[in-house]
């Protein structure tokens, strides 16, 4: 099913979005036909834990490192990337755009209205529990996270889980916990930190310090490749089945077999179950990044796995510079494509980086033709 979420007809009054047309639903399927409304839920498995991935500062749905991550998560999850690349700056002369990152941050508390509204339409229409929903979000979509959260909160549904990948830190250090990514937004919060564009203090349940949070192996003086890390760590860890080591010491040298005061962080961090709290510094091998290595290490719990089914896949729908993770029930892996189509977009906008204005509710379309 081709969701296709959120379409306007956008002014711009004094670099600001308003919205002038109501907001409607089109679903289409794979051969362009309308789904009827009472339709919409029929391939979401309401049992299986729900994700959505969301871009920061510049980058869009469609990244490598969104794509990528995706695709690992694909085999146990119903994965959502949300496009919101031209609220984020992503168009623009390369080095200009850069200045537009006022604008972005203030974006970021409306696409989080968008992200809650469309998490409300899964869990009151398609009977998705809220305890199956996790958000990750890299720099400025780890706050859209956050707001989402907020928002969710605010209508008295709490998210289980939000992973910040490097939540940024210009025009958020300061910040009060209404205004940033905090540790009250859902029941578990997990902050990476990876490079000094991210927030440095702790901010989560569990604060994990790749490589001392500063500088990654092998970026050097490129804190944007710092930045990425926080992503690409992730990812490595479902691609690899493999984890990273931490201990609570930043002085502390690397585990072996006698270590005791030490964590393992693996693909359980989507599924704990508040087991682990604190601040981790954590190991990162220069060429694998993780390791196979457990030693005697607490590792984060998992929930029961008779819980979560993998009954749905998934296909990456491109449409122009937009991406979806659309769902299809797909029984040959082989079937799995890159192909071109629509695109669930949460929050369409206009280039330049306008400011977006109002929260949508849900419903709408934006559909791009490859």
């Known amino acids: 099913i081709f969701l296709s979420l959120y379409e306007y007809e956008w002014f711009v009054e004094e670099n600001r979005i308003s919205s002038v047309q109501n907001y409607y639903a089109e679903i289409l399927n794979v051969t362009g036909e309308q789904v009827r409304e009472n339709e919409f839920c029929n391939d979401i498995d309401p049992m299986q834990s729900f994700i959505f991935v969301v871009h920061g500062f510049t980058s869009y749905a ?56 469309y998490t409300l339409t899964l869990i009151k229409q398609c009977k998705v529990p809220i305890e199956k929903i996790t958000y990750i979000g890299h720099s400025l979509g780890a706050h859209v996270s956050g707001f989402a959260a907020k928002h969710m909160q605010s209508v008295n549904f709490t998210i289980r889980n939000i992973i910040g990948a490097d939540p940024a830190w210009p025009l958020f250090k300061t910040n009060k916990c209404d205004e940033k990514l905090c540790k009250s937004d859902a029941k578990y919060v997990v902050a990476l930190h990876t490079s000094d564009l991210g927030i440095q203090y702790e901010m989560g349940h569990l604060d994990l310090y790749f490589n001392g949070g500063h500088i990654q192996p092998k970026c050097g003086i490129n804190i944007a490749c710092s930045h990425t890390r926080a992503i690409t760590y992730i990812t490595d860890i479902f691609k690899n089945n493999c984890g990273f080591l931490g201990v609570s010491d930043s002085s502390s040298s690397y585990p072996n077999s006698n270590t005791t005061d030490c ?41 029961d796995e008779d819980k979560i089914t993998t009954g749905i896949s998934l296909r990456i729908i491109f449409a122009r510079s937009l991406i979806a993770i659309n769902l299809l029930s797909i029984s040959d892996p082989a079937e799995m494509s890159l192909v071109c189509g629509c695109a669930v977009v949460l929050g369409c906008g206009l280039f330049n980086c306008p400011v977006v204005e109002g929260a949508a509710k849900p419903g709408g379309g934006c559909i791009a033709q490859c």
Not at 67 to 73: P, S, T
Not at 93 to 112: D, F, H, Q
Not at 281 to 302: G, M, P
Request: aromatic share 8%.
């Open 263 to 303: 964590i393992v962080v693996n693909s359980n961090i989507l599924d704990c179950n508040n087991s682990i709290e604190g601040k981790y510094y954590l190991f990162v091998d220069k060429d694998s990044h993780c390791t196979q290595e457990t030693f005697n290490c607490k590792q984060i719990r998992k929930e």
């Open 62 to 117: 469609n990244s490598s490192h969104t794509r990528d991550l995706a695709m690992q998560l694909k085999h146990k999850h119903t994965v959502f990337a949300l496009d919101w690349s031209q609220g984020a700056c992503k168009d623009g002369i390369p080095i200009l755009k850069y200045t537009a990152y006022p604008s972005a941050v203030i974006n970021t508390r409306e696409i989080g209205h968008l992200l809650a509204n």
